[in-house]
């Protein structure tokens, strides 16, 4: 019984991931964009805290990063976010090891691709789709590897990961996707299937990704933030692909005209 606990705990503090979609619907632009923001922000700190004890080292990584993803806010030449990217990656790759520093391009990208997404006429309707179909991902893996089991999917980066979770995790982040566009009153076409095939394959490659970079910093969670979850990146790391999707794509104009 004290072993289900936890797993308890983890799953009804999961209520706080309907906080941005209720802000996405009630508040409207641009507290809603703040919100989705401000939880990149503090991915990034979360991330900074995690790979280096040094506070000037931390302070500087997290202007370097989130100063990239702020360009977007502003009008600042392509060329020159280019160019600030790969003195980003100088930087990370030069003096911190290959796993911890590609997990900082990842979140410098992913602050970057909100940032684009601020400008689109229809960031609720994007993130709303995004939101579900990556939270039915999570409850659809969760509760399909709960009750199956079998072969594990990445053993040796996350060892409770199972194939059949995998697989509910794909079923009903599909469902759910397609549901949210037919309540927006968007035409499920064939390109939007694939879409969401791809949204829902990179929610799980975003949580593996999470999951290796925590086990390459010897860390279980990210932070403690929210209990029964730990950090921001534990919560949000479905999103680190998926965001960057939509915003550095086409994938938003197949249907969100």
Not at 21 to 45: E, N, T
Not at 137 to 157: C, M, Q
Not at 168 to 173: A, K, S, Y
Request: aromatic share 14%.
């Amino acid at each position: 019984m004290r072993d289900k606990l936890p797993d308890i705990s983890r799953r009804m503090t999961g209520i706080t991931l309907l906080f941005p979609l209720l802000a996405i619907f009630s508040v409207g632009k641009p507290f809603s964009q703040i919100i989705v923001f401000l939880c990149g922000i503090v991915m990034v700190f979360e991330y900074c805290f995690l790979i280096t004890k040094n506070s000037a080292s931390r302070f500087a990584l997290i202007g370097l990063i989130c100063c990239f993803g702020l360009s977007t806010l502003f009008t600042v030449e392509p060329l020159y976010q280019l160019l600030y990217l790969v003195l980003t990656a100088i930087i990370l790759f030069r003096f911190f090891p290959y796993q911890t520093s590609a997990m900082g391009l990842i979140l410098a990208l992913l602050l970057y691709s909100i940032g684009k997404l601020w400008h689109f006429l229809f960031f609720q309707e994007v993130m709303a789709y995004i939101i579900v179909t990556v939270i039915s991902v999570d409850i659809g893996a969760y509760i399909v590897g709960r009750f199956l089991g079998g072969p594990k999917l990445v053993p040796l980066v996350s060892p409770a990961k199972t194939i059949s979770g995998a697989i509910g995790g794909l079923v009903g982040g599909l469902v759910a996707g397609l549901g949210i566009c037919y309540f927006l009153n968007i035409a499920i076409t064939q390109e939007l299937v694939f879409l969401t095939l791809a949204v829902v394959v990179l929610a799980q490659a975003g949580d593996i990704t999470e999951s290796f970079f925590k086990r390459s910093v010897n860390a279980k969670d990210s932070a403690k933030i929210i209990p029964g979850h730990g950090g921001f990146m534990d919560r949000f790391d479905g999103y680190l692909y998926v965001i960057p999707l939509f915003a550095l794509s086409p994938a938003q104009g197949l249907f969100f005209q």
